[in-house]
């Protein structure tokens, strides 16, 4: 008993970093954000309150009793929005930047489901 114990508080333990990076602060996000695309500081502080928005408006959407089809399409228009609103405080270069590495995220995600749907589990 002890030891099936012990190997719960293993896994939880090992899988809490796994869960804590799915679950990133906008502090993160922005830190990413200006090394990626070499944000001034200026930049970093507008798009700050631009993403704990995005944040807060998307974890709401997710708490809601509202139904999948309807959270979809509200979660696409907060991208919309979120996009808008980062266009006026980024240069295109850093638009096109981050539309393109949006992208690339897209497709490892993609690829991950695949993989794992696909793995007889």
Wanted: proline share 2%; net charge neutral.
């Amino acid at each position: 008993m002890r030891r099936v114990i012990l190997s719960t508080a293993l896994v939880l333990f090992l899988a809490a970093p796994v869960y804590a990076q799915e679950q990133r602060s906008a502090d993160d996000i922005v830190q990413k954000m200006t090394t990626e695309l070499n944000l001034t500081p200026e930049q970093a502080s507008a798009i700050k309150p631009i993403i704990e928005d995005n944040m807060a408006k998307r974890q709401a959407l997710m708490n809601s009793s509202t139904d999948k089809s309807a959270i979809k399409d509200q979660m696409t228009q907060l991208k919309q929005d979120e996009n808008q609103k980062l266009s006026q405080v980024l240069s295109a270069d850093q638009m096109a930047t981050l539309n393109s590495l949006k992208e690339q995220n897209r497709g490892q995600h993609h690829g991950k489901r695949h993989q794992n749907s696909g793995s007889g589990e």
